[in-house]
């Protein structure tokens, strides 16, 4: 399995632009969370889906930011507009059915965003 | 929320040494789990254990769910051990199942 795959890598952009980020989860996992890091707040949660579907968007920052799931397969984390703020990691994850009977959380490698 | 705190923040070992952090959260827990970032960034996941031992090559983790503790050993350290490491608990509560994590430790291991 190729694992949660993230694009882009690296994003920089200017104050004000649109960002649009993407996560393609592990095939058959039906959990997909989106986690920001930072030097000052660490990691955290920012959203996370189970079977498509918005469970908790309590970490969600504010208004500019959005996060859909239109398929299996496929979520998007959007922040517009974006400001100096905002540059961090961002992190999908996603976990397979049956997590709390052991199964772990697989993160993919991230996307790196600077807001300039 | 549940809180996580994590020991020591900063750790500096030479290469064969052995070494345990720990982690304390602050409320019973559904899920616990260690993670190791490596320098580029990379966040693996290494022990699922909401309680008892576990152990995998040198690696080992011990969760006392009694008493909200879990311990990480690392022995004979080596360079590739360099990071930071994570724990991250899972308290269920109204339906949500946020893993929230600890500020974490970074450990530099040093040839």
């Known amino acids: 399995d190729a694992g949660v795959i993230q694009s882009p890598r690296h994003e920089v952009t200017e104050m004000g632009q649109e960002v649009t980020l993407r996560c393609k989860p592990i095939?058959?996992?039906?959990?997909l969370f989106w986690y920001r890091q930072t030097m000052m707040r660490g990691l955290e949660l920012l959203i996370y889906?189970?079977?498509?579907?918005?469970?908790?968007d309590s970490g969600m920052p504010e208004d500019r930011f959005s996060a859909k799931m239109p398929n299996a397969s496929f979520s998007t984390l959007k922040i517009q507009p974006s400001e100096p703020r905002d540059s961090a990691v961002y992190f999908c994850?996603?976990?397979?059915?049956?997590?709390?009977?052991?199964?772990?959380?697989?993160f993919g490698e991230g996307s790196w965003l600077t807001v300039v | 929320g549940i809180q996580v705190e994590q020991s020591p923040p900063d750790l500096i070992l030479q290469e064969g040494a052995n070494s345990t952090l720990r982690c304390n959260f602050s409320d019973s827990v559904n899920n616990l789990q260690w993670f190791h970032q490596n320098p580029w960034g990379q966040l693996i996941n290494l022990f699922y254990?909401?309680?008892g031992t576990k152990q995998n090559g040198r690696l080992s983790a011990t969760t006392v769910a009694t008493e909200r503790y879990s311990l990480l050993y690392i022995s004979s350290s080596q360079t590739t051990d360099s990071g930071v490491y994570f724990c991250?608990?899972?308290?269920?509560?109204?339906?949500?199942?946020?893993?929230?994590f600890g500020k974490g430790t970074k450990l530099t291991v040093n040839p």
């Open positions: 095939s058959g996992h039906d959990y």
């Open positions: 889906f189970n079977n498509n579907v918005p469970i908790d």
């Open positions: 994850a996603s976990s397979p059915p049956g997590r709390h009977s052991g199964n772990t959380i697989y």
């Open positions: 254990i909401p309680s």
């Open positions: 991250a608990v899972v308290r269920l509560q109204g339906g949500s199942e946020k893993l929230v």
